[in-house]
């Protein structure tokens, strides 16, 4: 079984940042530790991460990618569609993935089952092996430390990698 990975969107200050480890694990080996698991879609305006498998999460990216431009770059248009073909295909239901997608506006989670996740604040999500420790160290520094989005999505995935076994610190970072 693929451990991989931990990914944490943030958005604030009208700016959008995910970042996301480079390690991919197979059982207790690590196969690799410079993975890139985000990019940018939609012309640059919008940033997505994945966690699980690989293959499935490439799949996910081109045809989420494919959507956002039928939707004209509307992100909340672009989840709900994407959830709506997830869920009623047979195939796409089997895929082994999550992601994060956010702009300047809104962050979502979509859900290996279809499902369309905002975060409760609207503006801090994690996923994958380490995304509760990121997560908790993202909640907590948004709270009492004076950060800029960029430095408080680092210093959130340093500490997630330096708890968890699936997660290491070859930290990559986009920002909108």
């Known amino acids: 079984m693929f451990h991989a990975t931990t990914i944490l969107g943030y958005k604030a200050e009208g700016k959008a940042v995910i970042g996301g480890d480079g390690q991919v694990s197979?059982?207790?080996?690590?196969?690799?530790?410079?993975?890139?698991?985000?990019?940018?879609?939609g012309?640059?305006?919008?940033?997505?991460?994945?966690?699980g498998s690989t293959a499935d999460a490439f799949n996910l990216f081109d045809m989420f990618e494919t959507i956002l431009a039928e939707k004209?770059?509307?992100l909340f248009k672009s989840v709900i569609g994407f959830s709506k073909l997830w869920r009623k295909d047979k195939h796409l239901r089997q895929l082994e993935a999550m992601m994060i997608v956010?702009?300047?506006d809104h962050i979502y989670i979509?859900?290996?089952t279809g499902d369309v996740v905002e975060p409760q604040d609207g503006k801090i999500a994690a996923i994958g092996s380490g995304g509760n420790y990121a997560i908790s160290a993202a909640r907590a520094l948004d709270k009492h430390a004076t950060l800029s989005p960029k430095e408080l999505v680092q210093e959130?995935?340093?500490?997630?990698?330096?708890?968890?076994?699936?997660?290491?610190?070859?930290?990559?970072?986009?920002?909108?």
Do not use: H, M, P
């Open 110 to 112: 979509l859900t290996g």
């Open 156 to 176: 959130s995935l340093q500490v997630a990698g330096e708890l968890c076994i699936y997660t290491n610190t070859n930290i990559k970072i986009l920002e909108l």
């Open 72 to 74: 004209k770059g509307d």
């Open 26 to 41: 197979f059982g207790d080996t690590i196969l690799k530790g410079n993975a890139t698991k985000i990019r940018t879609l």
């Open 102 to 104: 956010l702009n300047a």
């Open 43 to 51: 012309d640059g305006k919008v940033l997505a991460g994945f966690a």
